[in-house]
């Protein structure tokens, strides 16, 4: 089993969410999974368009909830899962997420607590929360949390520290 780590990191917009996205998608190899944890609304599906741009991937992604996976072309292709009206783990076994997960491209799946017992242990777990506050920045601010192979997320927590300073 791979050695894990976290890191947790404050943003204040939406913009800021698009770029932690774009940050991780130029750092991530074939293969990897991003398995998406958080409520309606907490920005998962801006954190995919980030990733999106970061993989080069010129069509802006839309949450593919009803078809429950769209597949977008960059430098290496994104599959994009939302996984919010499953209503079984078989149903994602029917559509063969296995090819998807195991292949050439990056996987980014959206509400994974729904199906915690499917990923690898190589995945990258990103956990999106609104903070609970009165205050109006609350509506765009989130905490994010990144846990993932120890050796991956040392070497990203310094880009991250240097864009989004504590």
Known sequence: MEEKESVEIYLNSSEETLKLGEIIGKSLNPGSIIALVGDLGAGKTVF?????????????????????????????????????????????????????????????????????????????????????????????QRIVKIEGNKKWVSSFKNTVEQVFPA
């Open 48 to 140: 995919v368009k980030g990733l999106a741009k970061g993989l080069g991937v010129e069509e802006e992604p839309n949450s593919p909830t009803f078809v429950i996976m769209n597949a977008y072309l960059g430098r290496m292709p994104l599959y994009h899962f939302d996984l919010y009206r499953l209503s079984d783990e078989d149903e994602l076994l029917g559509i063969g997420y296995d090819e998807y997960f195991f292949g050439s491209g990056v996987s980014a799946v959206e509400w994974a607590d729904r199906v915690s017992g499917i990923f690898p242990d190589h995945t990258i777990k990103i956990e999106i929360k609104i903070p609970e506050s009165d205050s109006e920045d609350s509506v765009t």
